[in-house]
């Protein structure tokens, strides 16, 4: 166990400087990107908000002994001793409200009222993040010896059911990019969206993150994308031929998006919205929704799926799952594994073609 730092002791420390610290350790640190960073800080302060608000019942409940008042007694106070603080006495008795705001205070019971009350409004997959949350707070602080030990690691986290992804077959996938058309810029930059979302396997971030200079052409039978993922972490992933036409067609055309008053557009940026500027995450999901719904029936299909897509197909390709993983920019394998599937007809042909028991045997 690590020895506290010196003045670092925790109850000095509130919860809420801790979040603060902690926030600001994953992004400079852990170079997590900005919708992680988000998100722990959306459940962490709603953990401090439930110890707030339970501090405070549990003030409101304490006896006038408890909170610092003396008895009314008639006596005059003893001589050399000092009057009440204010400050628990005794063990067993409710901390006060700063006491219970400081990360001392984050013990198993707290911490469990805490999951009781999301019980009631939270569905168990968010429940479950909220709970990794609390784990990596509390084990940022015991490694800087803030406190004893990871009270969350006692919490059990709740089941969680992981649907299989949405994908589209190979027919209903070239449906989808057939759909935009060629007569306008924007159609010619939709299909060129759809094509790199599809052939590389991007996630929608990604793919919005994307300049001019992250795209390499030449040679045409090696072109690639520099992709900057999550934690900015950058890979190259190759760009098929069709992916590749597309954004060359695309890019015939893409002075044509820009600010219809002042002419600007964004120069680094390679997909634009109508109006020059980088397009947004919100409208790639807005026109995959839309062409989904027109190429193959499907207005819950979102980029996503498109990447899962990917992944399907080329496994069922029979690429190796290991590439994959490193075309996906996955850090665990085991996360590949959940974002992709083999189809029945896949396993049936490596059954065959690998057990002794499925191969043909010749006449005897």
Partial sequence: MHARRSGDRS?????????????????????????????????????????????????DHRPARARGKAPATGKAPVAGKAPATGKVPATGEAPSPDEATAVDGLDVLLLRSWLGSLARTHAPASIARKVGAARALLRYLERRGEVDKNAAAQLALPKVRRPLPTFLDVDAAAEVMEIPGAETAEGLR???????????????????????????????????????????????VPLGSHALAAIERYLERRDELADPTTGARDPRALFLSRRG??????????LVQRYGALGAGRADLHPHALRHTCATHLLDGGADLRAIQKLLGHASLATTQRYTHVSIDHLLKVYDAAHPMARKRGPA
């Fill in 277 to 286: 500027a980088r397009i947004g995450v919100r409208r790639v999901q807005a």
């Fill in 11 to 59: 109850g000095g420390t509130t919860l809420e400087q801790a979040i603060a610290r902690f926030l600001t350790y994953l992004t400079a640190e852990r170079r997590a990107s900005r919708h992680t960073v988000a998100a722990y800080r959306r459940d962490l302060e709603q953990l401090a908000c439930f110890a707030r608000e339970k501090a405070a019942a549990n003030a």
């Fill in 190 to 236: 939709d299909r060129a969206m759809l094509e790199t979302l599809y052939g590389a396997g991007l996630r929608v971030s990604e793919l919005c993150g994307l300049d001019l200079t992250h795209v390499d052409r030449r040679p045409a039978d090696r072109a690639a994308v520099r992709v900057v993922g999550k934690g900015d972490k950058e890979r190259i």
